[in-house]
């Protein structure tokens, strides 16, 4: 199964507040609500301090803050200006204003407002981090690392602007570069469990299992239950053979989040490499019960009821895969197989030629075709498909030893000899005595 390539992004909102006038009373209970993360209850409480003092540029600030953490950048935006047009050296406006232009996209607008925030408190290292991922969403690396080292410059010690900088080195394919970036951010705090997760991904993308597993047991050993570090730490275990750690990190990850549809869905693929086909159908059910359209949970059920011979059950989950996703390449392919457990060869070619419409350089599923034509006596189609395979892959002498069979088959024993001498020379042993024995002399080339 694939395995989706992740990284922890850190972004900050800055919420700093002031001494406020004591009299201000609706305004220090909405920053109380705010710090204890009750919104609804914060956003009464400015909504009254502004009706009371329309030009209080902490009112309108504060509120924009709970907008923003209430998912509404649009709302937040405008507060955040509103403060801004009270208090114009507000920097913390600037700041989170320019956030959430970012969230929206706006990227020029964003840029304008680190810009002034700079100007307003030029040692501020919270800007610089800010501003440097804004030119990452732009995949403006070099920009980026910039201004993260100019963070890391004004405050060695402040981690967002290490992480940061090494997902900015690792867009960039540079991930010795991220490893050693997260390794001296580790040094500094090793108890940042979010480094570690960082830095295994990292070593994953570089091929090393060992060490990303290592960085995962320390992540998870200091962040027992955090969610994504368990499914990554899982699909590695999954990838590495080990179906049981697997399962164990997908099943903490459905105890702490039971509506979790792709933990159910994952836990089911690592039960099926076990096999306990059961298992994966109840997993799938689960997964499918939370997620009506989970097309891939219905292959992956498919699969399962394949192998406990219920091809009826298995067709339907098919069929069900390709009507959510028509463009679903695993479904057709098999589909296939339990059509022709069914002996509906036509059927099974039928859906092997679709799903390479989708995936026209898939080399199993050409091969696939090809063996099943040739299996069916349609010489012709299987040298199609098998060429097809020399043209994505011109030394594959197996093929070409295959493609040299089906011309005998056909008569053509001058197209099957230049096969075989083909294959002898890309350094096929058996090719040799396969020319020896079917070809003439002046066929073998001499």
Same mark, same amino acid.
């Given at each position: 199964?694939?395995?989706?390539?992740?990284?922890?992004?850190?972004?900050? !909102?800055?919420?700093?507040?002031?001494?406020?006038?004591?009299?201000?009373?609706?305004?220090?209970?909405?920053?109380?609500?705010?710090?204890?993360?009750?919104?609804?209850?914060?956003?009464?409480?400015?909504?009254?301090?502004?009706?009371?003092?329309?030009?209080?540029?902490?009112?309108?600030?504060?509120? &924009?803050?709970?907008?923003?953490?209430?998912?509404?950048?649009?709302?937040?935006?405008?507060?955040?200006?509103?403060?801004?047009?009270?208090?114009?050296?507000?920097?913390?406006?600037?700041?989170?204003?320019?956030?959430?232009?970012?969230?929206?996209?706006?990227?020029?607008?964003?840029?304008?407002?680190?810009?002034?925030?700079?100007?307003?408190?030029?040692?501020?290292?919270?800007?610089?981090?800010?501003?440097?991922?804004?030119?990452?969403?732009?995949?403006?690396?070099?920009? &980026?690392?910039?201004?993260?080292?100019?963070?890391?410059?004004?405050?060695?010690?402040?981690?967002?602007?290490?992480?940061?900088?090494?997902?900015?080195?690792?867009?960039?394919?540079?991930?010795l570069a991220a490893i050693e970036i997260l390794s001296n951010l580790i040094k500094i705090e090793p108890n940042l469990s979010a480094a570690y997760f960082n830095r295994a991904l990292e070593y994953k993308e570089l091929g090393d299992a060992q060490n990303a597993l290592k960085d995962y047991d320390m992540g998870l050993k200091l962040e027992p239950d955090e969610q994504n570090m368990l499914v990554s730490r899982a699909e590695m275990r999954d990838e590495s053979g080990n179906d049981i750690g697997a399962i164990k990190d997908y099943t903490r990850v459905i105890e702490l989040d039971s509506s979790n549809s792709k933990a159910y869905y994952l836990r089911a693929s690592a039960q099926y490499d076990l096999p306990d086909y059961a298992a994966v159908v109840d997993d799938c059910n689960r997964a499918i019960k939370l997620k009506p359209d989970y097309w891939e949970a219905y292959v992956l059920?498919?699969?399962?009821?394949?192998? =406990?011979?219920?091809?009826?059950?298995?067709?339907?989950?098919?069929?069900?895969?390709?009507?959510?996703?028509?463009?679903?390449?695993?479904?057709?392919?098999?589909?296939?197989?339990?059509?022709?457990?069914?002996?509906?060869?036509?059927?099974? =070619?039928?859906?092997?030629?679709? &799903?390479?419409?989708?995936?026209?350089?898939?080399?199993?599923?050409?091969?696939?075709? &090809?063996? !099943?034509?040739?299996?069916?006596?349609?010489?012709?189609?299987?040298?199609?498909?098998?060429?097809? !395979?020399?043209?994505?892959?011109?030394?594959?002498?197996?093929?070409?030893?295959?493609?040299?069979? =089906?011309?005998?088959?056909?008569?053509?024993?001058?197209?099957?000899?230049?096969?075989?001498?083909?294959?002898?020379?890309?350094?096929?042993?058996?090719?040799?005595?396969?020319?020896?024995?079917?070809?003439?002399?002046?066929?073998?080339?001499?």
């Amino acid at each position: 199964m694939k395995k989706i390539w992740t990284v922890i992004i850190c972004f900050i !909102l800055i919420t700093v507040s002031y001494a406020q006038n004591s009299a201000d009373i609706p305004l220090q209970e909405g920053i109380t609500a705010l710090t204890k993360r009750e919104f609804t209850k914060a956003l009464s409480h400015f909504n009254e301090s502004i009706k009371r003092k329309p030009l209080n540029a902490e009112a309108y600030y504060h509120r &924009a803050i709970v907008y923003a953490n209430m998912g509404n950048p649009t709302a937040a935006i405008a507060d955040y200006s509103q403060a801004i047009n009270y208090n114009p050296l507000k920097t913390e406006a600037y700041i989170n204003r320019g956030s959430a232009y970012s969230e929206l996209k706006q990227y020029t607008l964003a840029l304008k407002d680190y810009n002034k925030a700079i100007e307003l408190k030029p040692k501020m290292a919270e800007i610089y981090n800010n501003r440097g991922y804004l030119f990452s969403l732009q995949n403006l690396h070099p920009e &980026a690392i910039r201004d993260f080292d100019k963070a890391m410059e004004l405050n060695p010690k402040y981690s967002k602007a290490y992480i940061n900088k090494a997902f900015s080195y690792s867009a960039l394919e540079d991930h010795l570069a991220a490893i050693e970036i997260l390794s001296n951010l580790i040094k500094i705090e090793p108890n940042l469990s979010a480094a570690y997760f960082n830095r295994a991904l990292e070593y994953k993308e570089l091929g090393d299992a060992q060490n990303a597993l290592k960085d995962y047991d320390m992540g998870l050993k200091l962040e027992p239950d955090e969610q994504n570090m368990l499914v990554s730490r899982a699909e590695m275990r999954d990838e590495s053979g080990n179906d049981i750690g697997a399962i164990k990190d997908y099943t903490r990850v459905i105890e702490l989040d039971s509506s979790n549809s792709k933990a159910y869905y994952l836990r089911a693929s690592a039960q099926y490499d076990l096999p306990d086909y059961a298992a994966v159908v109840d997993d799938c059910n689960r997964a499918i019960k939370l997620k009506p359209d989970y097309w891939e949970a219905y292959v992956l059920r498919g699969n399962a009821f394949d192998f =406990l011979n219920k091809y009826e059950d298995a067709l339907k989950d098919y069929n069900k895969a390709i009507e959510l996703n028509p463009k679903a390449v695993d479904a057709y392919d098999q589909r296939a197989i339990a059509k022709l457990a069914k002996n509906d060869v036509s059927g099974a =070619l039928s859906d092997l030629s679709r &799903a390479i419409i989708i995936a026209p350089a898939d080399v199993k599923l050409i091969e696939k075709r &090809a063996i !099943l034509r040739a299996a069916t006596k349609d010489y012709k189609g299987a040298i199609e498909d098998y060429t097809r !395979l020399l043209e994505l892959n011109p030394t594959d002498t197996k093929v070409l030893m295959k493609r040299a069979e =089906l011309f005998l088959l056909q008569g053509n024993k001058a197209l099957a000899c230049e096969d075989y001498k083909h294959a002898e020379m890309l350094g096929n042993g058996a090719a040799a005595s396969k020319r020896i024995f079917n070809c003439s002399d002046s066929e073998k080339g001499k």
